[in-house]
């Protein structure tokens, strides 16, 4: 049975995009199974592992306002052990379309439970935004990663999805837990990078993955290549650290 994590953040620019990318490459060559769910109308992720998000006829979009199936949006190895559903802009209409649906919080929790066990990983990369898409993502998973850019307001807006997450576990989804924090875009050349991984740990009682992801140029160029890091400069320090954040979320047990 699948775990699924929902990484999320209000704040867009935090590295929610490229963890959701190459953490899910990583697991799969690690050798489990991954399926990515891209839930952004930007479709970031979608571009990121190389599809054309304009040219898509059966995406997330379609699986949530009920005119498309499941298996018919997965898309399949679109590189090894790792499947995709698709996102593109139309996704913005979804939120509007669903207003007046019944039980529209679980769409995406019962459309995923038809394939849960072909997986061993389900990774949701959710907008910036603590949308009804948002909400669909957190009713779904098991749990929350929350990647932080190590810059001066990292904390400002994490109290907010904590509570967000709580307002989630107490009224849609019992068994949601806090996967952790992971810090993202660190510049070991700074203070402040320094300063604000020590202030987040003194702030927040949720888990911290000790891995760090660096500021790397390797991991910003691999999206416009449509790769993940691992696929695009297999040695860098990007896909050194996804590695390893891939080797803590293994051995964390829920």
């Known amino acids: 049975m699948g775990r699924i994590i929902a990484i999320a953040n209000q704040k867009g620019g935090v590295g929610k995009t490229t963890t959701s990318i190459n ?21 970031n992720t979608t571009s990121g592992f190389g599809l054309n998000k304009n040219l898509l006829e059966h995406s997330i979009y379609e699986l949530l306002i009920g005119e498309s199936d499941i298996n018919n949006c997965i898309q399949k190895d ?55 898409l948002t909400i669909n993502a957190m009713t779904t998973a098991d749990t929350v990663l929350v990647p932080i850019q190590c810059e001066y307001y990292a ?10 997450v709580n307002l989630v ?4 989804n019992p068994d949601l837990e806090m996967e952790g924090v992971v810090f993202t875009m660190f510049d070991s050349r700074t203070n402040l990078s320094l300063q604000v991984v020590e202030n987040v740990k003194e702030h927040v009682n949720e888990n911290i993955y000790k891995t760090i992801i660096p500021r790397n140029i390797r991991l910003a160029e691999a999206p416009s290549y449509g790769m993940p890091i691992n696929l695009y400069d297999s040695k860098s320090s990007g896909a050194e650290a996804y590695r390893l954040l891939a080797e803590e979320v293994i051995s964390r047990e829920f």
Do not use: F, W
């Open 169 to 172: 576990k107490n009224r849609l």
């Open 155 to 164: 904390l400002e807006g994490l109290s907010q999805l904590i509570h967000t």
């Open 78 to 132: 679109i590189v090894d052990d790792v499947d995709i559903i698709p996102s593109n802009v139309n996704l913005a209409a979804a939120e509007i379309e669903l207003i007046d649906v019944d039980k529209k919080e679980y769409i995406l929790k019962n459309e995923i439970a038809k394939v849960r066990q072909d997986y061993d990983y389900i990774i949701i990369d959710c907008p910036p935004s603590l949308s009804m």
């Open 23 to 43: 953490l899910s490459a990583a697991l799969a060559e690690k050798g489990q199974r991954v399926l990515v769910v891209d839930i952004d109308p930007q479709g």
